[in-house]
Structure formats: structure tokens, C-alpha cells
């Protein structure tokens, strides 16, 4: 007997551990989206207001100080999407399969 696709979406949401993934999921996201903000507006930040540190040479070069911090923010994004997809794929992806498991019994 197959159940109610719509029972299993009324368990599923009422499941006390998927409440509890939500706000975890949900506040992991926000942090990190509020890390990216502060990483990528205070890059541009610079660029709009302190030109001249920006613009400084490394060495005796012709490699502006500003190419390895964007290229440190670009890092920064990868970084942060590797952490997301691997806790993603990893403790979401376990609770997500025990929540459900209890869903559908």
C-alpha cells in the first residue's frame, strides 16, 4: 500500500530533527553568506575609497598589492562553498536520510 506523498510532507515537517536541521541549515547559510558580504563589499570598499594602498607595488614589480587580495577573495568564495557542500553532504545529508526513514515507516 503506497502512502500519501502529503502525509509524508505533513511527517516530515512536524519531524522534531528536520525543525532542528532547518534552523542549523539555515543559520550556517546566513553566517557564511554574511562572511562572503563582508569579504567581497570590503574588497570593493577599498577599491572605491583607498585606491593608493591598492595600488602600492609588491617589490619592485609591476604587481599591485590589489591582485593577490582579489584573488584572496575569490579563494575565500571557494573556501567557503567547499566547507558548505561538505558539511551539506555530509551531516545534512545523514539527518536529511534519518529524518526520512522516520517519515516513511
Same mark, same amino acid.
Given at each position: 500500500?503506497?502512502?500519501?506523498?502529503? $502525509?509524508?510532507?505533513?511527517?516530515?515537517?512536524?519531524?522534531?530533527? @528536520?525543525?532542528?536541521? &532547518?534552523?542549523?541549515?539555515?543559520?550556517?547559510?546566513?553566517? *557564511?553568506?554574511?562572511?562572503?558580504? +563582508?569579504?567581497? @563589499?570590503?574588497?570593493?570598499?577599498?577599491?572605491?575609497? $583607498?585606491?593608493?594602498?591598492?595600488?602600492?607595488?609588491?617589490?619592485?614589480?609591476?604587481?599591485?598589492?590589489?591582485?593577490?587580495?582579489?584573488?584572496? +577573495?575569490? +579563494?575565500?568564495?571557494?573556501?567557503?562553498? *567547499? *566547507?558548505?557542500? &561538505? &558539511?551539506?553532504?555530509?551531516? @545534512?545529508?545523514? +539527518?536529511?536520510?534519518?529524518?526520512?526513514?522516520?517519515?516513511?515507516?
Amino acid at each position: 500500500m503506497a502512502k500519501d506523498p502529503a $502525509d509524508v510532507v505533513q511527517r516530515i515537517q512536524s519531524h522534531p530533527e @528536520y525543525q532542528a536541521l &532547518r534552523r542549523q541549515r539555515n543559520r550556517f547559510g546566513w553566517t *557564511l553568506t554574511i562572511l562572503m558580504l +563582508v569579504v567581497y @563589499y570590503g574588497y570593493i570598499g577599498l577599491i572605491a575609497f $583607498d585606491k593608493a594602498f591598492l595600488a602600492q607595488a609588491i617589490g619592485n614589480g609591476v604587481t599591485s598589492i590589489g591582485i593577490p587580495i582579489g584573488l584572496g +577573495v575569490i +579563494v575565500f568564495t571557494i573556501l567557503i562553498t *567547499l *566547507l558548505y557542500i &561538505r &558539511r551539506a553532504n555530509g551531516e @545534512y545529508d545523514r +539527518v536529511t536520510a534519518k529524518i526520512l526513514k522516520d517519515a516513511t515507516k
